[in-house]
C-alpha cells in the first residue's frame, strides 16, 4: 500500500540535475520527525539505499552518490527532497521515498514501513 507520493522524476543527460520531493500524509507524521529516506532500484537490480534523514536531521548517503546528491527534509510540510546533480547514466533508476517511524535511520529496506509508489530518473550519456 503507498502511502508516501514522490514527484520530480525526469530525463536528462549525464552532468544534468533533477530534485525530487516526497510528501508524507499528515497522519502518518502527526507532528513527528520521523526517519525519511530515499532509495532507488535499476532493472534487474535489488532495491538499494540512497540517503537518510533522520528525525534530528542526521543525514547519511551512499558512497555511490556521496558529494554529487543532497537529502533535506522541511517537517513543517512533512516534505523529503533529494537534489540530485552531476547526473551519471548509472543513476538511472526507479527512486523510492521511505519513512520509518522513529528518529533514527538503518538503511535496509526492511526498516521503513511507509513508502512511495516510485518516480523515473533517466540519465542519457
Known amino acids: 500500500q503507498v502511502h508516501l507520493v514522490e514527484s520530480g522524476g525526469d530525463s536528462v543527460q549525464a552532468g544534468g540535475s533533477v530534485r525530487l520531493s516526497c510528501v508524507a500524509p499528515?497522519?502518518?507524521?502527526?507532528?513527528?520527525?520521523?526517519?525519511m529516506a530515499w532509495f532507488r532500484q535499476a532493472p534487474g537490480t535489488k532495491r538499494e539505499w540512497v540517503a537518510t534523514?533522520?528525525?534530528?536531521?542526521?543525514?547519511d548517503y551512499a558512497d555511490s552518490v556521496q558529494g554529487r546528491f543532497t537529502i533535506s527534509r522541511d517537517d513543517a510540510k512533512n516534505a523529503l527532497y533529494l537534489e540530485m546533480n552531476s547526473l551519471k547514466p548509472e543513476d538511472t533508476a526507479m527512486y523510492y521515498c521511505?519513512?520509518?517511524?522513529?528518529?533514527?535511520?538503518?538503511?535496509?529496506?526492511?526498516?521503513?514501513?511507509?513508502w512511495g509508489q516510485g518516480t523515473q530518473v533517466t540519465v542519457s550519456s
Open positions: 499528515g497522519d502518518i507524521i502527526s507532528g513527528n520527525k520521523f526517519c
Open positions: 534523514s533522520t528525525g534530528d536531521d542526521f543525514r
Open positions: 521511505a519513512l520509518a517511524r522513529v528518529r533514527w535511520c538503518e538503511t535496509h529496506e526492511n526498516f521503513y514501513s511507509y
